[in-house]
């Protein structure tokens, strides 16, 4: 399984960026999406998530800047930034809770990560 993120890069403040996340190889079922983001010198820390119902849930100082959605065909995760701000300047990953095959348990598969820098 892999995951490949996509659309990272520099954008002025106030622009906005859509990163996209594809999973391949053999799976089965996908439950939950994530976005996370990395900011240099500082922890991992959780952006949006989506459930397989389509249900979201985001970082408090986030919502209504950050849209996730998602593609369950094409297995594929998005992330809508708007408003972008110098604070936003991070490495954002991606996560899926994936099994492989019908019996599997679901486990965690990472992607390698988007970089975006916001200048001001």
């Known amino acids: 399984v892999q995951l490949q993120a996509s659309g990272g890069g520099l954008v002025q403040a106030g622009g906005s960026l859509r990163l996209s996340c594809a999973a391949s190889g053999t799976i089965f079922s996908i439950s939950a999406m994530y976005w996370y983001r990395q900011a240099p010198g500082k922890q991992r820390d959780l952006v949006a998530d989506?459930?397989?119902?389509?249900?979201?849930t985001y970082a408090t100082t986030l919502k209504g800047r950050f849209t996730i959605s998602r593609d369950t065909a094409k297995n594929t995760v998005y992330l809508q930034m708007n408003n972008l701000r110098p604070e936003d300047t991070a490495v954002y990953y991606c996560?899926?809770?994936?099994?492989?095959?019908?019996?599997?348990?679901?486990?965690?598969?990472w992607g390698q990560g988007t970089l975006v820098t916001v200048s001001s």
């Open positions: 996560k899926a809770d994936l099994t492989q095959y019908s019996k599997d348990r679901y486990r965690s598969y």
């Open positions: 989506i459930t397989s119902g389509g249900t979201t």
